[in-house]
């Protein structure tokens, strides 16, 4: 049997294991794990129970650290029939990859015996016995269902990502969503909805012509609406609005978001994805509270142990939001330990915003402007400009009565008194200050500052944070899972208690008669 895994060069089982009748014995409780999986989704198309169908597709992920391309291969062989059209291309694709993989260890090796120029000890020669034990005597039976096919091109596909055979994976991917494409059974559409995944993925990866795909991406999210596919809907929408964002196509993204609706009852990492990608687009649009509260909304929902990239990126997008929108991020934001070198450059940005100093600004972006390009932040940080430039101005107001603009542009790092005395005009007409401008004497006039509790600013902030705790409690309760049909299971004892009663009744009734019979 061959050393290398479907998703890893070494299966993890081999590393913990030196005896080759141990891993003999854990090879057989793989492939007893990938029949039971199998007989499960037998069972489930015959049944048509189509909630036990996620179940299927998490122990993919358990079973990719541990299947090896051999067993792949025999179970492609026993399971699929001989006249089945893709069993042919599956065994050449797992070949290929088998190929690779040999090729990958054989390089790692003759990496490591040159760095460390040791001979081999008898532990390696075990590893070697173990790598080529033949494969395990569990017979898989012929099961000719699409859903097999389908779930066995799942892994070669994940495998030819893995292993760079970028050809291959374009040309397989495309035969398999045809393939699909062929088949109305709902049975088919969470394994759709990960084809149309691995779809997108491998040809932003490797084809590089998203828009070549967006037109086949449409078309299966108008038959996913028509069909009542909701998981492929939330699938098909959050890889759409991803291909407009790679192209930069906001715009459009915007107008799809509007004139679509994301569907409830589908799996909180879909959602949670699509909040992230409509809180970036609504930050484009310049509609920054919508866009903070979706980010939000995402951070919390996100898994809390797990993703930790997706919840840097996120955090990273709302810290600029919440710039935008004049707040400043609480400390502690930063100070968490999977997000404090990531969040780094956004710390002295923020600071910089908070000053209200242009030249700390500018030269935090001239040092970070690598990283910001490659967060995809970088156009909106530049839009924080007019906000220091505001803080700033903010504070000279409550600082001076009187200042000239020679002074306003030393203080602001301005170019000229000229550019000082244009962005005191803005800032006045926007009322970030409350102030006249005296053009013949070159100063700006600052009236006397108004207290802010004699005004409506309080109750309106107020009223805000009362309204976003109320959203989250709203969300909470609405995130509560209860078992499915819970309420019918008093209907039931209650029927059942009738029925028992009824037959007591008949029951009591036939012993009378009797009884009036005999006497």
Avoid at 259 to 285: D, H
Wanted: with cysteine; net charge neutral.
């Amino acid at each position: 049997m061959s050393a290398q895994s479907t998703f890893s060069q070494t299966p993890s089982y081999r590393v913990r294991l030196s005896s080759t009748k141990e891993v003999a014995a854990e090879e057989a409780l793989v492939y007893e794990e990938l029949k039971r999986t199998i007989t499960l989704l037998e069972t489930v198309v015959k049944t048509n129970a189509k909630e036990k169908i996620p179940r299927i597709l998490r122990t993919t992920s358990k079973l990719r650290k541990t299947l090896s391309v051999a067993q792949l291969q025999q179970a492609v062989e026993q399971l699929l029939p001989s006249q089945n059209v893709s069993k042919p291309v599956l065994l050449a694709l797992l070949a290929k990859i088998e190929n690779k993989a040999q090729a990958a260890v054989n390089e790692a090796q003759a990496s490591a015996s040159k760095d460390q120029d040791v001979e081999m000890t008898d532990a390696s020669s075990s590893e070697v016995e173990a790598g080529t034990s033949t494969p395990a005597t569990v017979v898989l039976p012929v099961v000719d269902l699409i859903e097999v096919e389908i779930y066995l091109f799942l892994y070669v596909l994940a495998a030819l990502m893995k292993y760079k055979l970028n050809q291959e994976a374009l040309e397989t991917v495309d035969k398999v969503v045809a393939r699909c494409q062929q088949f109305n059974r709902r049975t088919l559409d969470l394994f759709q909805a990960k084809v149309f995944t691995y779809y997108s993925n491998i040809h932003e990866q490797f084809g590089h012509d998203l828009p070549a795909i967006r037109n086949t991406l449409l078309s299966a999210h108008r038959t996913a609406c028509l069909r009542y596919d909701e998981a492929g809907q939330a699938t098909l929408i959050n890889l759409l609005l991803r291909n407009y964002l790679k192209d930069n196509m906001y715009e459009q993204a915007y107008k799809f978001v509007s004139k679509t609706t994301f569907p409830e009852s589908v799996s909180n990492n879909q959602f949670v994805r699509y909040l992230y990608y409509v809180g970036k687009i609504q930050a484009v649009q310049l509609e920054y509270t919508e866009s903070y509260t979706k980010l939000m909304q995402s951070i919390r929902k996100a898994p809390a142990n797990t993703a930790f990239g997706f919840r840097r990126t996120v955090y990273k997008l709302a810290i600029i939001v919440q710039l935008l929108m004049g707040e400043v991020p609480e400390r502690n934001v930063f100070n968490q330990d999977e997000l404090r070198k990531a969040l780094a450059p956004y710390l002295q940005l923020t600071n910089a915003v908070r000053v209200g100093n242009l030249e700390d600004f500018n030269v935090v972006l001239s040092q970070h402007g690598a990283v910001f390009k490659a967060d995809n932040t970088y156009t909106l940080i530049l839009r924080l400009r007019h906000n220091v430039i505001k803080t700033g101005l903010r504070k000279i107001s409550t600082s001076y009565s009187r200042i000239l603009f020679t002074d306003i542009c030393e203080k602001l790092a301005l170019e000229n008194a000229q550019n000082a005395e244009f962005v005191c005009a803005k800032a006045i007409r926007d009322g970030v200050i409350d102030a006249v401008i005296d053009h013949e004497n070159g100063w700006l006039q600052l009236k006397e500052t108004v207290n802010v509790y004699t005004t409506n600013d309080p109750q309106t902030a107020f009223q805000r944070r009362i309204t976003f705790c109320l959203d989250v409690h709203n969300e909470a309760v609405k995130a509560m899972r209860y078992p499915p049909d819970a309420y019918k299971k008093d209907l039931e004892s209650a029927e059942e208690r009738l029925e028992r009663e009824k037959q007591e009744e008949e029951l009591a009734k036939e012993i009378e008669d009797e009884m009036d019979e005999g006497l």
